[in-house]
């Protein structure tokens, strides 16, 4: 199944100095929500709608421009996120860094995960167990038998981390 290119990614810009202030990803009229909310008073990022409001208290209108079109929603993400990089030293009110998919997202949360086990299956086996054994015996059982699952757990995790490598989050 194909995805539908009907996606975008925009950029906010004042035409007093021609520089971009907020990028953003979206379809249909979603590029021309920001000017009408800052119109109605409704704010979801105070530097974006000040932004706004002093253009037009300035006799301007904010430029709003595509920047890629025709893209799927995940290329549109991605495509969003590169573009905040590069422009996060040059004074953008984006909040956020750019969305992840998904499946970017179930790709970052396995490899945290996986970093996460990995410390504690070596810590454990830095224990002594006759010496520790009260450590141990804690740390195994606060985990739910986690310890006695690991390596089951490991394979799974370590496969879908592998099959999903190409998803890698930017």
């Not at 499946?103 to 070596?122: C, G, I």
């Not at 086996?125 to 010496?131: E, F, Y």
Request: glycine content about 8%; overall charge positive.
């Amino acid at each position: 199944m194909t995805q539908a290119k009907s996606y975008y990614v925009y950029a906010l810009i004042d035409p007093r100095d021609d520089s971009t202030f907020y990028i953003g990803k979206g379809k249909g009229n979603r590029m021309n929500t920001h000017v009408n909310n800052a119109k109605k008073g409704k704010i979801d990022n105070v530097e974006k709608y000040r932004r706004i409001v002093a253009i037009q208290k300035a006799g301007h209108t904010v430029v709003v421009k595509k920047v890629h079109e025709g893209l799927t929603e995940e290329e549109a993400y991605r495509k969003e996120r590169e573009l905040i990089r590069s422009h996060k030293h040059s004074g953008i009110t984006n909040i956020s860094g750019g969305i992840v998919t998904n499946k970017e997202r179930q790709y970052q949360q396995a490899v945290d995960l996986l970093s996460r086990l990995l410390p504690f299956k070596e810590w454990l086996n830095t224990l002594d167990k006759d010496r520790d054994k009260h450590i141990f015996d804690f740390a195994v059982a606060q985990c739910g038998g986690m310890y006695e699952l690991w390596e089951s757990f490991k394979g799974r995790l370590t496969h879908l981390v592998e099959q999903h490598a190409d998803v890698k989050a930017r």
